[in-house]
């Protein structure tokens, strides 16, 4: 017995080395050059900086994180989520020395295995991927717990119980909040529904505008997107519906505009580039800032918001923080299946790599 336990003793020191030494390594293949005096980091986004929607937030998130370091920075701009344009973007900024590149749309990341082995001296950030590669690693916010507050609002004020959700592409990143805010929505009225219309690209004003028409049609009197721009907003606040927005808000709409699941970029790039300055490795390779690091939020609400539901979105908010992440306790999908246990939480690989399924109260419209 005693040579037993010696011997689960040697071992699980031995492992317990292997994980330290490879974790050293990690690090130091990441730990800036001694005569590197200037960073230069890199971005490659799918459409431009100036579009008051995803793709700015993102390069002012970038552009405020390097000048608090003290970085260069270098964007290629309107490079679409296609092989060759991504290839070529990257070349450019591996030749402007950047040793640091942040690839912004969802859709880069099925080619940056074969990137990644290319320059194996860059570091690569990847929006919402999956990527093993050892100099890869990802990024996003936790927006899905402010969808859920979000949608909270929104199904106190609907007066149709249908609410209407414009989105590009069934992917984890839309799946997880759509989920996210059809379960806020059901909190605050158990007895309301979200349809979803897909329209099959990030950027198309025409899909996006006739995806709201039809979604009015179809009884919805509130609106909100998970797209590029807000298109869809945007008509839905000139048609006399209530929205809510996401990501990023840029301009003055109505009181109908109720409140939007915000993401604070500066902060989670400023984290993110700290890290690769300092040449500290997230030893889970995955950045997923939420409410309690501040890196998402709600914006200000409306007038039209009353107090009581208020309350209601602080309480679960606290609830989030400190008790139960929103994929947690009891979960059915919108066939009748138990997806998550009374005393389960849906696990971060599941919800941001995995998902497939939509809860209860959620319709594709087609």
Known sequence: MKNDDMF???????????VVAGTVLF????????????VSVGAVFIGTSDD?????????????????????????????????????AIAELAK?????????????????????????????????????????????????QVRYLAGIVAGAA???????????????????????????VRRSNPSAKVYVKYTGSWDDRKKEEQA???????GADVMTYHEDRPYAIDLADEMGLYTTGYDYVAKEYSDRFLTAAVINWDMLYTVVLHDYISGRANFSKNYRLGLSEGAVSLYPYSDMVTEDTKNLVSSEEQRIKT????????????????????????????????????????????
């Open 52 to 88: 008051n929607g995803w793709n700015e937030s993102h390069y002012e998130g970038i552009l405020k994180a390097c000048e608090d370091n003290s970085c260069k920075y270098y964007s290629k701009m309107n490079v679409p989520e296609e092989e060759e344009p991504l290839k070529e």
């Open 158 to 184: 609907t007066k149709s119980n249908v609410l209407g959700y414009i989105t590009a592409m069934p992917i984890p990143e839309t799946i997880r909040s759509v989920n996210a805010y059809a379960m806020g």
């Open 27 to 38: 690090i130091n293949n990441y730990r800036l050059d001694k005569n590197d005096s200037v």
């Open 96 to 144: 402007k020395g950047c040793s640091c590149v942040f690839l912004t749309s969802y859709g880069y990341g099925e080619y940056l295995e074969d990137i990644a082995e290319t320059y194996p001296k860059i570091a690569f950030y990847s929006i919402s991927g999956e990527e093993e590669a050892d100099n890869c690693m990802t990024y996003f916010a936790r927006m899905y």
């Open 323 to 366: 008790v139960r992440d929103v994929f947690s306790g009891a979960i059915y999908d919108n066939e009748g299946f138990l997806r998550c246990q009374e005393d389960e939480r849906i696990s971060d690989d599941e919800l941001f790599n995995h998902i497939n399924w939509y809860v209860e109260g959620v319709e594709i419209y087609e």
């Open 212 to 218: 709201v028409k039809e979604l009015k049609e179809a």
């Open 8 to 18: 689960i003793r040697i071992t699980f020191l031995l492992s317990a080395i292997l």
